[in-house]
């Protein structure tokens, strides 16, 4: 009988962006690590941060004034302990990540001093965002994958999407262990099992789940929608980011185009050349980012056309140039000359605020399993991520569960025997138009219906849709082979579901949940805890 091919290591970390390779760093003094990533290694969305991280390093600032500014930015809904830890860990964590060698940008003070540059950013009281000039995600992102793919320690699994969980459940017998994962190796195309005594899921963020998003193809959530299935709870989903203004072209998709474009005076245009931000706050384009995100989505859905403009084009050719040259290109490149034309813009999914829920060693529901970065819900965010703690929670996290992992080490069980995948009731798919069908529609129904603004009717509608999809994606899963099209979209139906039915159970407006329902924020207020079986 053919056995499929089964790995073996100590800790498995599926996701290969700042979360998993900070932890697989950490840990592979000690123990074998294996790294699984979707695409190429580098890929996901740290490589496209580009504003920075925020920590205290200035003398005038403190952990107080951070984890204020924190609490204030996510609305009365962050955990207090986990701003107050994420905040008094951030230093040690940007040291270890200049020991790795991230180049932040450094100048020297009056006194001749070699001081880390800091920049300020929306929702910051001090200058505390460490950076690497506007691409610091890339810095970091490269910089770690140079350091793993030189450890002997850490194996590297690239272009294997991991489909499912094992745990004790799956394997029919008493306990809650998390004992590794079923994986899709992409190249050979053939299911792979990797057994481990600890399992990290890393695998980023689901905004797009949206038609428009700002992250790359590989945030769809799997790691959201494997953790639920395996019976973690998940919270706060309903908090879903959206950038106001990123590019709207067919040939440039997930281009941001920086909010401080609006800083240094461009205006937001209907189709027929009117501004519209004056009607929505007195500070028309300068006004926060939901605001502005609303107010496009407002004046789109109003007025049913495709995306609205932003117009610097009254500005010197000059200084457009010289504080927009990499926008100038970008736009250029796909025939558009910023310094004549407005842009085509729309707001897009940019972050997601809940996920699995974990405590501070990012332990998740199960034992063994924790989750780190964008997959998690650790409380730091609450209704409103501030800018620069999301790479900032990636690694102060990756920190604490190496020490926990470590820690636990010496105790844990060897790995049971894992049976193979069953395949033996599946066909090759012949209705590719089936997933690429739905994948659309899904998109879409979330954009329009879960959107930036919301209504009970609109969740409904789309609550029923997902329902739909569901039963259809299932069916298809349990007859055909499996591809990461279908895989994605497994995953992404389940997190929409999540996201839909914890945007029901909210009857308020708060931080980025928008609806029109309850357009204010109730006088109480509490996380939104969805738990497999119940929910
Ligand atoms: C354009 C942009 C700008 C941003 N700017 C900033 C900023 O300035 N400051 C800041 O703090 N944050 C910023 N963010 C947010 C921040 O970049 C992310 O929250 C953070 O990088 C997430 O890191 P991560 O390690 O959790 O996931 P990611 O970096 O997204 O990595 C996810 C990894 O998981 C892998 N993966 C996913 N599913 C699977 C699967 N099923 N099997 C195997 N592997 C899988 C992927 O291949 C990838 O390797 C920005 C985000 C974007 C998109």
Redesign the pocket.
Known sequence: MHHQKEHRCDVLI???????LSLALQLAQDLNVIV????PLR????L??????AAVFDENDSIASHVNDTLIAGAGLCEDAAVQFTAENAKTAMEWLIAQGVPFDQYRDDDGVLKYHLTREGGHSHRRILHAADA??RAVQITLVDQVRRHPNIRLLEN???IDLITDQKLGIDGNQCHGAYVWNRDNEQVEVIAARFVAL????ASKVYLYT??PD???G??IAMAWRAGCRVANMEFNQFHPTSLYHPDAQNY?ITEAMRGEGAYLKRPDGTRFMPDFDERAELAPRDIVARAIDFEMKRLGVACVYLDISHQPKDFILEHFPTIYAKCLSVGIDITKQPIPVVPAA??TCGGVMTNLNGQTDISNLYAI???AYTGLHGANRM??????E?VVFAQSAARHILQQWPTSKPTPELPDWDESRVSNSDEEVVITHNWHELRMFMWDFVGIVRTTKRLERALHRVELLQREIQEYYRHFRVSNNLLELRNLTMVAELIIKSAMQRKESRGLHYTLDYPEQAAHSKPTVLQPGRD
Not at 14 to 20: I, P
Not at 43 to 46: D, F, L, P, V
């Open positions: 599926v996701g290969s962006g700042a979360a998993g699984l990533s979707k695409g890929e996901g969305s740290t496209y941060a580009q504003g920075g991280i610091t995600g294997y999407n991991a890393a695998t980023g963020g700002s992250n590989v945030a769809s799997d790691g941001l940019h972050y970065g964008e997959v800018a620069s703690n999301s790479l900032l990636c």
